[in-house]
């Protein structure tokens, strides 16, 4: 009765659109070797800043993982001339915004102010770069909260998912197999030298990138982060490329026990592609159709056909090299095999034969459409830029961006999944009640299966 | 920074709020609908969730599920959320697509029952269970929310019960229920409208009425029950949950005075002087100088009926109890609550929550919503506009004089988490056991 309605209604279709472009942005290379990225944008008077560092979680040194998440929290601790409760205070007088983090591919150093107060938060950002202090009482006390952290992670089923999978996707010796924070062990190891140690070798000016979007022109930009960084020397850092190699090239299945859980969190992939890869945007396309947006293959089948979870989802982790690939869901505990062979018979299906003409206009036009509704602040603006810069991608990625996507064809979504998908060799990994899904996981005779507890020791046999 | 506002009421009672602003070409819609958890009858906890579910189910026009779909299509972003006291829904649009989500959002205020199916209300309802066992049941501290409610508000109270509901009564909510709550709440005369960014006033107020017109008045909202509260606990409230968790949580909770109120606002900034980043008292004290915790921050629930609630929510770090961390938390709270705090606590607190509104509304979609908020709540949207004066206007001495007020031991309510294992059960043992067959 509805279909047959909804076919007699006319619904309001699209008026003509108005055209959108990114902000345009100017890239201007000090004599230190530092790069100012900076897009005016002057609808508010905000500005942001991303500082971009060489100095990511893939350079930690083997034994030491964490060091430089640690590194890049210690900037908000204290420099020579502040301790932190100073450092902080006198930032949030200002209403600033900061925040220093390393993911795999780098640290960053963010923060958001108001432009009236820009000059005085980058005197304060300035002296977090290059004079940090990284005091005794501070590295201890983030090295504790650090493994406060990773008690709570264990407890989390969602959290211990994503890290077991990670942890048996790669080679044990890839930096990738383990957290990109570090984990209990090489959190233990760590001592203030090693923070100084990573610091002297990474913070260096040369290969670094300031990215600045908001309330401010191209030379104030340039004038104020000539002030605070110009006489600031020192040569590049070496670049550090993780092992990306899968340790498995098979299905293996990993049960982690949680007894009793209502739910079992459920982890199905394999290794992905580098960012920079020619196959960018079809595997964006086609990852949209297979489990990218909610009314994709996956997402429709688990929650909206069988209503075994609150959602489904599938995405490709872009990093330097190539991070997973991998499907992530929370089903109810009696129906997990039912769920996992739908994940899995939905990433077979993709390469089986041409999506759909509809399910090809849905990803393309959500995603060109979608385009601009990303970049409504200026911290997405500058988060924006600095994976422009990061990933040495072209000046007009953005520019070109929804060309590319629209250019997508069924063909090519087919050919990348047969290439970038792999059913054969998929790792799945469900954190759950043992006792409960181990009988009917074995039953789907995904491959051989293997039960851990929550720090990935095997505990069958 | 102001925000342009126009406002104006369909004959029906439809509230409409638009704010222009054409800097890129996006619109964002946003309809709150007056109506919450607190609502519920009983029986039926978590139907005002599950309901909110059943709008994305179709309408007459509009087929399973197709809502998401035509909105992603048009290349916008959507959802919708439950409150006690309230329900939205939203989407964000490139601006040539705004007349699609219009008549999208009118077909199911207007014409939502006849899509209704048992099957549907099935399957939601266990996508909903799901959520439950996700958000809630499996996850570490997943009952907070529903446990500080019943603690800090009288099981007669329409905010006491849980707003995610209990299984038993999503299980007994009927496509009878649906239709109930339908007529009573979903109507043009309990719904705000708001419509933020790029369009053409006078053609976005011919497609409102075009596609809103039509739909019929409700016959008025019943009244929630008697929402009136004493203004402090009149005790120190606690409550002790051993749970699957690694690391003891403090919630302790404060009454405080309704959103919107001229107190509000102090006891907001009191909030963020308390517990907002890192230069706040809490995580100076007990994360950088006693470390005794790995986390601490604090919200108010920003209730308009009965009392608000302010929150301080602290993580032990490791090795450190429950008991002792109460002690600690109750130590920092008894010397503000003793020597209040200070001008230079307040300029950063106030300089912070401006910079957060002004970051904020940048966005569309975060604009609408906030247009709707104050439209719902006081009928007047332009509040938005009045913010951060409001906020500049907070003086010192105001916060002291609602830490005087509420920050005493006879208004406080704890909620504790410890690990299990603190209890003496011994369940990591058994589920190696168990693995091991």
């Known amino acids: 009765m509805t279909a047959a309605k909804s076919q007699a209604v006319i619904r309001p279709g699209p008026g003509p659109s108005r055209p959108y472009h990114f902000p345009a942005f100017e890239r201007v290379r000090m004599d230190n070797g530092m790069e100012l990225v900076c897009a005016p944008v002057h609808k508010v008077p ?416 | 920074m102001q925000i342009p506002i126009e406002t104006y009421r369909l004959p029906n009672g439809l509230f409409v709020t638009l704010s222009e602003d054409h800097t890129a070409p996006i619109v964002a819609v946003n309809l709150w609908y007056h109506v919450g958890s607190a609502n519920e009858r009983a029986g039926r906890t978590g139907f005002a969730h599950l309901f909110e579910h059943m709008l994305f189910q179709g309408s007459e026009d509009v087929g399973a599920n197709e809502h998401f779909e035509l909105i992603q299509r048009a290349g916008g972003t959507l959802n919708g959320s439950t409150w006690l006291d309230r329900t939205n829904y939203f989407e964000t649009v490139p601006s040539n697509q705004c007349e699609l989500v219009l008549w999208l959002e009118a077909n199911r205020m207007g014409k939502l029952l006849p899509a209704m199916t048992q099957q549907k209300l099935d399957t939601q309802r266990d996508v909903v269970k799901n959520e439950r066992r996700w958000s809630v049941d499996n996850q570490p501290y997943g009952t907070c929310w529903e446990r500080l409610q019943a603690l800090c508000f009288p099981p007669e109270h329409p905010f006491h019960h849980s707003l995610i509901g209990s299984m038993e009564d999503l299980s007994a909510a009927s496509l009878q229920d649906i239709a109930q709550f339908f007529a009573t709440y979903y109507t043009p005369d309990n719904a705000v409208l708001s419509i933020a960014g790029d369009f053409d006033p006078a053609q976005v107020r011919r497609w409102v009425d075009q596609h809103f017109g039509p739909i019929p008045r409700g016959a008025g909202r019943p009244p929630l029950d008697n929402t009136a509260l004493p203004a402090r606990f009149g005790e120190w409230k606690r409550e002790t949950v051993p749970d699957d968790v690694a690391l003891p949580r403090l919630f302790l909770a404060f009454r405080s005075p309704v959103f919107g109120s001229d107190a509000y606002y102090a006891a907001s900034v009191c909030g963020a002087v308390l517990g907002l980043r890192k230069g706040s008292v809490l995580h100076r004290t007990l994360v950088r100088e006693r470390q005794v915790a790995a986390e601490a921050q604090a919200f108010t629930f920003d209730l308009t009926k009965g009392c608000d609630l302010l929150v301080l929510d602290v993580v032990a770090r490791q090795g450190v109890d429950g008991d002792r961390l109460h002690d600690e938390v109750a130590q920092v709270v008894d010397h503000v609550h003793r020597t209040g705090v200070t001008p230079a606590d307040v300029a950063r607190a106030s300089a912070l929550i401006e910079m957060d509104f002004t970051g904020a509304v940048q966005s569309a979609g975060e604009r609408a919503d906030r247009l709707s908020m104050f439209a719902t709540y006081f009928g007047d949207p332009a509040l938005v506009n009045a913010q951060v004066e409001r906020y500049r206007a907070v003086t010192v001495d105001a916060v002291n004089a609602f830490i005087r007020e509420y920050l005493g031991p006879d208004n406080r309510a704890s909620l504790m988490y410890v690990p299990r294992e603190d209890t003496g059960e011994a369940e990591p043992v058994a589920a190696a056991a168990e693995a091991g067959r």
């Open chain 1, 46 to 461: 905000l500005v942001s800043v991303n500082v971009l560092v060489d100095a990511g979680a893939t350079a930690d040194p083997a034994g030491h993982e964490g060091v430089a998440h640690l590194t890049a929290q210690l900037l908000l601790e204290g420099t020579a001339t502040m301790d932190g409760a100073t450092l902080a205070e006198r930032m949030e007088r200002l209403g600033a915004t900061v925040d220093a983090q390393a993911d795999w591919d780098g640290a960053v150093v963010s923060m958001t102010v108001l432009s009236a107060n820009l000059r005085p938060a980058l005197d304060l950002l300035r002296d977090m770069l290059r004079a940090p202090a990284f005091a005794e009482r501070e590295v201890a006390r983030l090295k504790a909260e650090r493994l406060a952290e990773l008690l709570q992670l264990r407890s989390d089923p969602g959290a211990l998912a994503d890290e077991q999978f990670s942890r048996f996707l790669y080679r044990g010796e890839s930096r990738y197999a383990r957290l990109e924070g570090g984990d209990e062990a090489s959190i233990t190891s760590i001592a203030r030298a090693d923070i100084q140690g990573f610091y002297e070798a990474r913070y260096r000016p040369a290969g670094m990138q300031v990215i600045v979007a908001g309330d401010v022109s191209v030379a104030d930009a340039h004038e104020q982060v000539q002030r605070v960084f110009g006489d600031w020397r020192g040569e590049r850092a070496v670049r550090v490329e993780a092992d990306d190699r899968a340790a498995n090239n098979s299905r293996v299945l990993r049960v982690v026990t949680k007894a009793d859980a209502p739910q079992s969190e459920l982890r199905i992939g394999h290794v992905g592609v580098p960012r920079a890869h020619p196959d960018y945007f079809p595997l964006v396309v086609m990852n949209a159709v297979l489990g990218g947006l909610f009314s994709s293959r996956i997402n429709l089948n688990l929650r909206e056909a069988h209503g075994y979870t609150y959602g489904a989802h599938s995405a490709f982790e872009w990093r330097r090299q190539a991070g997973p690939f991998v499907v992530s869901t929370a089903v109810q505990t009696d129906v997990t095999a039912d769920a996992a062979r739908e994940a899995i018979g939905e990433i077979a299906r993709m390469r089986e034969g041409l999506i759909e003409p509809g399910e090809l206009s849905l990803a393309v036009d959500y995603l060109d459409g979608v385009f601009p509704i990303r970049y409504e602040t200026t911290a997405a603006i500058c988060a924006a830029l600095s994976t422009l810069v990061r990933y040495e991608l072209p000046a007009d990625y953005f520019d070109t961006y929804r060309r590319r996507i629209r250019e997508v064809t069924a063909e090519d979504v087919l050919r990348v999944a047969r290439e970038h998908l792999h059913p054969e060799s998929l790792l799945m990994v469900a954190v759950g009640d043992a006792a409960a899904i181990r009988g009917p996981l074995d039953a789907l005779r995904f491959g051989p299966m293997t039960t851990h507890d929550a720090e990935g020791r095997d505990v069958a046999r």
